[in-house]
């Protein structure tokens, strides 16, 4: 079956770990179009709602629904419609470049070749395509693993500090992939410490703290300023 969406809603969602409770809860809505930040101190929650959001965690009460999918009777092809770049990348670092995105690709049952050279080109690393990866920085990991998670075109793109390890010029680069995919209707949600590079790329700031949600505003410039000023008020 193929499915897609064009939102996708938390509905009072908690979730526990024995006595924690990670996430109290939350609810929310994130549309086609969205580039949501979703901040918070360490132990916020955002992981938790990050895998939630990608079907890898069941909420302990509340819904997630997909458009009018949910994941109960629809998880498998809900996950081909998402995209997650996770702390852990999920790569082969005794493969090739080239090798690893042929991999997912043949996966995700998609044409290898153009698909392949396209993500290599978006990663920056075409002269490299038959490198192993043990052999690349973080930052050349990092954009090889995000060109990995878009390689079936998702419409629900999940970011955990997708920044991490990357040089200025590689910052722009990624920053302005998100903005066309958020511009081509995918719906993205990224999960950041670092405020200064959510200044100006987020369109939504969902802050979160202690596992409950504090706040859902349009964002403005001056991210840290407008953080700062909701987490002292709670």
């Given at each position: 079956?193929?499915?897609?969406?064009?939102?996708?809603?938390?509905?009072?969602?908690?979730?526990?770990?024995?006595?924690?409770?990670?996430?109290?809860?939350?609810?929310?809505?994130i549309n086609r179009g969205d580039i949501l930040g979703l901040?918070?101190?360490?132990?916020?929650?955002?992981?938790?709602?990050?895998?939630?959001?990608?079907?890898?965690?069941?909420?302990?009460?509340?819904?997630?629904?997909?458009?009018?999918?949910?994941?109960?009777?629809?998880?498998?092809?809900?996950?081909?419609?998402?995209?997650?770049?996770?702390?852990?990348?999920?790569?082969?670092?005794?493969?090739?470049?080239?090798?690893?995105?042929?991999?997912?690709?043949?996966?995700?049952?998609?044409?290898?070749?153009?698909?392949?050279?396209?993500?290599?080109?978006?990663?920056?690393?075409?002269?490299?395509?038959?490198?192993?990866?043990?052999?690349?920085?973080?930052?050349?990991?990092?954009?090889?693993?995000?060109?990995?998670?878009?390689?079936?075109?998702p419409t629900l793109v999940l970011l955990d500090e997708p920044?991490?390890?990357?040089?200025?010029?590689?910052?722009?680069?990624?920053?302005?992939?998100?903005?066309?995919?958020?511009?081509?209707?995918?719906?993205?949600?990224?999960?950041?410490?670092?405020?200064?590079?959510?200044?100006?790329?987020?369109?939504?700031?969902?802050?979160?703290?202690?596992g409950r949600l504090l706040s859902d505003a349009p964002a403005?410039?001056?991210?840290?300023?407008?953080?700062?000023?909701?987490?002292?008020?709670?």
């Open positions: 079956m193929t499915v897609d969406f064009d939102h996708v809603e938390l509905a009072d969602v908690s979730r526990h770990f024995g006595r924690r409770r990670a996430v109290s809860h939350v609810s929310l809505t901040l918070g101190p360490n132990g916020a929650g955002k992981s938790t709602l990050i895998g939630m959001l990608a079907t890898l965690v069941a909420p302990s009460t509340g819904s997630i629904s997909y458009g009018n999918l949910n994941a109960s009777t629809a998880g498998a092809d809900i996950r081909g419609r998402i995209g997650v770049l996770a702390h852990e990348l999920h790569l082969y670092p005794e493969l090739t470049a080239r090798q690893n995105l042929e991999f997912f690709a043949r996966m995700y049952r998609l044409t290898v070749s153009g698909t392949v050279d396209a993500a290599l080109a978006g990663a920056d690393l075409s002269d490299r395509d038959n490198d192993q990866v043990l052999g690349f920085s973080r930052g050349m990991r990092q954009r090889l693993a995000l060109e990995r998670a878009l390689l079936h075109k920044f991490t390890g990357l040089d200025d010029r590689a910052v722009r680069l990624v920053a302005d992939r998100f903005r066309r995919l958020a511009a081509d209707g995918a719906i993205v949600v990224l999960a950041t410490h670092d405020l200064d590079l959510a200044d100006g790329l987020i369109t939504r700031m969902v802050v979160v703290r202690g403005e410039r001056g991210t840290r300023q407008q953080y700062r000023a909701l987490v002292e008020q709670a």
